[in-house]
């Protein structure tokens, strides 16, 4: 089966440091993307980990462990811009294989 | 930057009426997805399309659904007869085939169909 955990809402301030995490639990793996994703809009891509440590890409960083099914986004810097869902997505087979989305994570940034 | 774009942005239609969702992916991109999110839901993936047939499908993608590529950049969905549950954001997505690493999917901004 395929499942994909992170938190349902989080509320971080402008200017500080927040993690969202993710958990999966899926038949295969070949890589694990984030997608930010404001209201009514389509998803963009973040990050992708397919190797366990962490790929930093300005002020955000995602980090993979595979062994443990468990990934991170760090957010440094937060800007009220930055207020979106995040989703966590898994790639269980070939490297064009559809991905499995999370329910996401409601981020929102507060003065 | 190249886009995948979508039209319409919004189809509001009757439930048992067909409706034709459009993408052009983007023009080097080879592989091709639908995947819909229901409000408050999470994105789930519906088709993928390579080299003129369908790669995969979910077990959402039954009979009143079907994808067609119908010239060199369009690519659609079709669902045959609406239903109220169809009534959703739907995401097209394309990406360049894979050499063995992986290939990010770019998305589209969506069509927000809703069946009265």
């Known amino acids: 089966g395929q499942n994909i955990d992170q938190p349902t809402e989080m509320t971080a301030t402008e200017g500080a440091i927040v993690q969202i995490n993710c958990t999966y639990q899926?038949?295969?793996?070949?890589?694990l993307f984030w997608y930010q994703q404001h209201a009514g809009e389509a998803p963009t891509f973040l990050s992708y980990n397919v190797l366990d440590g962490l790929e930093e890409k300005g002020r955000f960083s995602s980090f993979l462990s595979r062994s443990k099914g468990y990934s991170y986004l760090l957010l440094k810097e937060l800007q009220m811009k930055d207020s979106a869902s995040y989703l966590c997505?898994?790639?269980?087979?070939?490297?064009?294989?559809?991905?499995?989305f999370g329910k996401g994570t409601r981020l929102s940034v507060i003065a | 930057e190249p886009e995948v774009t979508q039209t319409p942005s919004h189809q509001v239609t009757q439930m048992g009426q067909e409706v034709i969702l459009r993408c052009v992916p983007i023009s080097n991109h080879l592989y091709f997805y639908w995947y819909r999110q229901i409000l408050g839901q999470k994105v789930e993936f519906l088709v993928s399309?390579?080299?003129?047939?369908?790669?995969?499908k979910s077990e959402i993608f039954d009979d009143q659904f079907s994808v067609e590529r119908p010239d060199g950049s369009n690519f659609t969905l079709k669902i045959r007869s609406t239903k109220l549950e169809d009534s959703a954001m739907y995401f097209c997505?394309?990406?360049?085939?894979?050499?063995?690493?992986?290939?990010?999917?770019?998305f589209g901004p969506g069509t927000r169909l809703l069946v009265l």
């Open positions: 899926t038949s295969g793996f070949n890589g």
């Open positions: 399309f390579y080299n003129n047939e369908i790669s995969e």
């Open positions: 997505a898994v790639g269980s087979n070939s490297g064009n294989t559809p991905l499995v």
């Open positions: 997505a394309s990406s360049h085939p894979s050499g063995g690493a992986w290939e990010t999917q770019y």
